[in-house]
């Protein structure tokens, strides 16, 4: 089955950390976009990759950091700079220029 | 700046009736339009893309688009408790997707 898969599910961070989120899509799409939602709140965009070896800052990238050396792969680092990382975050594709994004199962971040 | 504005309600509807959820965008080059239905906990799933003006049925959802007033619409008819969920707006634009926060929908049984 063609999807995107995030890993892990839940992650917990002490203070001071880096933590890597996964995700992988096996929908041959180009772009892949990295979402983070607060408890009550909408999507905000963190970074973006419309093809491998290149990607955007979104309007929350500080504390960030992202590689895309596959298409199929879209990591996501949170570092010790993000102050406040406890949050869901959400991964997704798309194909075409005008297509439906596709989203992962998320994972929830959460600092101890 | 690109913005998606929703209102974030609560909506609360009756059981049987029309869910009416509004969407206005900033960006007037947009071009595609998506609405999403999150369940608490879960990740977006896709109920309706549109990318013409006027009105896109499927089901018991209706999309309406009005690009000269910046303005998409999602109706839910014959409203179901199962639809209780929070409804996110989004808009293609240059950089990617934008999304709205959200309307959070209650159905009344």
């Known amino acids: 089955d063609g999807g995107i898969t995030q890993s892990p599910k839940y992650l917990f961070r002490k203070e001071g950390q880096n933590v890597t989120l996964s995700c992988e899509q096996n929908?041959?799409?180009?772009?892949m976009y990295w979402y983070r939602q607060d408890p009550g709140q909408g999507l905000r965009l963190i970074y973006y990759?419309?093809?491998?070896?290149?990607?955007q800052k979104g309007d929350i990238a500080e504390g960030y950091s992202v590689s895309r050396e596959k298409k199929e792969s879209f990591p996501l680092t949170v570092t010790s700079a993000q102050k406040n990382p406890t949050a869901f975050y959400l991964c997704?594709?798309?194909?075409?220029?005008?297509?439906?994004?596709?989203f992962g199962q998320g994972t929830r971040l959460t600092v101890v | 700046q690109k913005e998606v504005e929703q209102n974030s309600g609560p909506l609360s509807v009756p059981e049987g009736a029309i869910a009416s959820l509004n969407c206005t965008y900033s960006?007037?080059?947009?071009?595609?339009f998506f609405w999403y239905r999150q369940y608490s906990g879960k990740s977006p799933e896709l109920i309706m893309f549109?990318?013409?003006?006027g009105d896109k049925e499927d089901g018991r959802f209706t999309a309406q688009l009005n690009k000269a007033s910046q303005y998409v619409s999602l109706l839910i008819r014959d409203s179901q408790p199962s639809d209780s969920a929070t409804y996110l707006c989004?808009?293609?634009?240059?950089?990617?997707?934008?999304f709205g926060k959200g309307t959070h929908l209650i159905i009344q049984p």
């Open positions: 989004a808009v293609r634009m240059a950089d990617g997707l934008t």
């Open positions: 990759s419309q093809i491998v070896n290149d990607f």
């Open positions: 929908l041959n799409h180009d772009a």
């Open positions: 997704a594709s798309t194909g075409t220029v005008n297509a439906e994004a596709f």
């Open positions: 549109i990318y013409s003006n």
């Open positions: 960006d007037r080059g947009s071009q595609s």
